[in-house]
């Protein structure tokens, strides 16, 4: 008998160690648009119950940082490397040989590689860099309405069908997402899925049940809207009491040739509005935060889906966002694909936003408020820019004593594929594609969900469109367009309202310096 007690401890034991060393399947979540706070877990007044659940059962970093825009971000998160160096400065090109996927680099491990969503990486598109499963867009916008803009692959693979008048392309890709796990699922071999959200990006549209419980709150305007949440931000203890709330400022001078509005506008007070404006205005954002809502109903689907699986504690899911908060065009918005034509709807009109067949964005004054604190918004530099929230979540991992807790060490999209590969025990290739690729430049960011630092050597830089800037430990260089260098010390005024660039040139000299240096080996346009 006691050798049978001994036997079952050690099968026991055996068993134990194979579970706690089981590969985890990965979930990167990436939401398009998102401002730094419009979560509820930032902070914000959308209702966000399931990533604000991960959040308390994970990690918040307060310090995430993307690069300005939809393609530069995801070429940077999806190789490891600053978009540059991958072909992706601006809005077209595709991925070189010389650089590998977190799906290439998974695969070797035994993964199966999945994505649902926007691609926005030129052709021949995601089955050609690791995917092996897709359904989404390929480009950076489509209706959210609409099937015939969303493509099956590889080719032969039927898509989902869905009655006339029911589709809505959040919904679609988690639909897809569950039926591309379950086929891992049958074959026991761990996952990695991208689902790459186009919400909250325009056009916006989004199911009115949800739209209508959102107008009444945004008729308190955007001033109120910001006020409200840098309190908010105060007391969660993201923003430090010596911060100061971003000040409204004129849209920069490059945004007149780079988005066809009109650079040096200001933002007006809401209350000078008059009341048609107001509601075409609130009714715009209702939109806009209703897509958030039902981005999260659908991340909570997933998320049920693991747990029914007993498979929620051994998934590590990291959720974030692309760039800030839209501006385009000006303060109140467009209607049209056509430029910056804004109409000012009334009466039964105001009923048809978010529906099939508009195309509304909601402008610059509610992506200010949308990026509360920081300043500026997507195309920039400034935090308003490039601040992303990031929730990371994997219940076997994550360390007790960081639980639920804010993370206050930077993070960058770099840092994305090396967390994943570090994760998975998979190693970075030298080698890939019949060709030498190119180091990672980012860093693995486990040891923060473990409670320690991480070990970054090198500061973290950013250029999109010409603006530009340097984050060297907390101190932050940054320019709009080629214009006069900005300095600003990150730990005593994130939100970047007092410049100390003609207080301490020294160091401007030596950040720019350093930002020379990495824009030519990083190949970054000079003009």
Not at 367 to 377: E, M
Not at 479 to 487: I, R
Request: net charge neutral; hydrophobic share 35%; glycine share 8%.
């Amino acid at each position: 008998m006691q050798r049978l007690w001994i036997a079952a401890f050690v099968l026991l034991a055996v068993i134990s160690k194979s579970t706690a060393a089981e590969e985890p399947n990965i979930l990167l979540i990436v939401a398009d648009d998102l401002g730094f706070s419009d979560l509820g877990c930032y902070g914000g007044e959308i209702s966000t119950p399931n990533l604000d659940r991960l959040a308390t059962g994970g990690v918040r970093f307060t310090q995430c940082y993307n690069m300005a825009r939809c393609c530069p971000t995801r070429a940077s998160l999806l190789t490891g490397q600053y978009p540059h160096k991958v072909g992706f400065p601006l809005m077209n090109g595709s991925l070189p040989k010389n650089c590998v996927t977190i799906p290439e680099a998974l695969k070797p491990e035994g993964y199966r590689p999945f994505m649902t969503g926007k691609w926005h990486l030129g052709r021949p598109g995601p089955f050609a860099r690791g995917f092996e499963e897709y359904y989404g867009l390929f480009d950076g916008w489509a209706s959210m309405c609409n099937p015939a803009q969303y493509v099956r692959r590889p080719q032969g693979r039927v898509p989902r069908t869905y009655q006339e008048g029911k589709f809505y392309a959040t919904d679609a890709f988690t639909d897809h997402a569950l039926d591309f796990i379950q086929l891992a699922r049958d074959d026991h071999q761990p996952w990695f899925l991208y689902l790459a959200h186009s919400a909250p990006h325009f056009p916006l549209h989004a199911p009115q049940e949800l739209v209508d419980q959102y107008v009444e709150t945004y008729r308190a305007g955007w001033d109120a809207i910001r006020e409200q949440r840098f309190q908010r931000l105060k007391e969660l203890g993201v923003v430090r009491p010596e911060w100061q709330l971003a000040k409204a400022e004129p849209l920069p001078a490059n945004w007149v040739s780079e988005q066809h509005g009109t650079s040096g506008q200001m933002t007006p007070r809401w209350e000078s509005l008059d009341k048609d404006r107001r509601e075409d205005l609130a009714r715009r954002m209702a939109v806009y935060a209703a897509m958030i809502e039902s981005m999260d109903s659908n991340i909570g689907r997933v998320v049920d889906d693991l747990k029914k699986h007993g498979e929620l504690d051994n998934t590590l899911i990291m959720f974030l966002s692309d760039n800030g908060a839209c501006a385009e065009w000006d303060p109140y918005g467009f209607d049209t694909d056509t430029g910056p034509q804004n109409v000012l709807h009334k009466g039964d009109e105001l009923a048809k936003m978010g529906g099939p067949g508009t195309f509304h964005s909601y402008g610059s004054g509610w992506a200010i408020a949308c990026n509360a604190p920081f300043r500026l918004f997507k195309h920039y530099c400034h935090e308003g820019g490039i601040s992303s929230p990031l929730i990371v979540h994997w219940p076997n991992r994550v360390a007790a004593n960081v639980r639920g807790k804010w993370c206050h060490e930077p993070a960058h999209v770099i840092d994305i594929l090396p967390t994943c590969l570090a994760a998975a025990g998979a190693v970075y290739p030298a080698k890939a594609h019949g060709t030498d690729i190119l180091p990672k430049q980012g860093i693995s960011l486990l040891p923060a969900i473990d409670g320690y630092s991480v070990d970054r050597k090198q500061p973290l830089f950013f250029e999109h469109e010409k603006n530009r800037a340097v984050r060297a430990g907390d101190w932050k260089l940054v320019s709009v367009g080629h214009g006069e260098w900005e300095l600003y010390n990150t730990a005593a005024d994130r939100t970047e309202q007092n410049n100390l660039a003609a207080k301490e040139p020294e160091r401007v000299k030596r950040l720019a310096a350093a930002y020379t240096a990495w824009a030519k080996e990083n190949h970054v346009p000079k003009e």
